[in-house]
């Protein structure tokens, strides 16, 4: 191994910081970033050695925000709510907002209503509507045991009457 390496020339720290940070961003492990960049890999392993006993600067840290630092100066590129969406009495699709960052959309009992029989009518899969309307699949699932549990429960009328029936009080005088 060392004969293949005899014309090698002695190099400086920075030749080698600059290889030991490609090496970092590189998906290669050490033998093989050294074979293809013709370095003696004993040396290369050398100063990795010298620069992980160096301090390292701490990394910085990012803080979590809810909303962005101030409003963008631009107006969005697609609007909120598109003017053919408005509700009106003719509506032929339900509204669905666009989901804002951090926050949870409210879809109405009509829109659910409305997505369900898409899906029953179109046949299509219920992956397919919800990608379609921006919705997890989960939350589609969801909607249908909902719908199917409020069929099931229902009001019956009841008239509650003392123990004598109809037909024996007409017969009594």
């Not at 910081?17 to 050490?30: K, V, Y």
């Not at 997505?115 to 397919?128: D, F, N, Q, T, V």
Request: include cysteine; proline fraction near 10%.
């Amino acid at each position: 191994m060392t004969s293949e390496h005899r014309g090698w020339r002695r190099q400086g720290e920075d030749f080698w910081r600059a290889h030991h940070e490609a090496w970092t961003r590189s998906d290669l492990n050490q033998r093989q970033y050294c074979e293809a960049h013709g370095i003696p890999l004993k040396a290369f392993g050398n100063w990795r050695s010298l620069f992980k006993v160096e301090p390292q600067p701490p990394k910085r840290k990012l803080l979590y925000r809810r909303r962005p630092l101030s409003p963008p100066l631009s107006p969005p590129l697609s609007p909120l709510v598109s003017p053919g969406s408005y509700p009106s009495s003719t509506a032929a699709e339900p509204i669905v907002p666009r989901p804002r960052e951090g926050h949870r959309r409210r879809f109405s009992e009509a829109d659910k209503r409305w997505i369900l029989e898409e899906m029953i009518r179109s046949g299509a899969s219920g992956s397919e509507i919800s990608r379609r309307y921006g919705i997890a699949p989960r939350v589609l699932r969801r909607w249908k045991q909902d719908v199917a549990a409020a069929k099931e429960l229902g009001f019956v009328t009841v008239q509650i009457a003392d123990g004598a029936t109809p037909a024996a009080e007409r017969a009594m005088p």
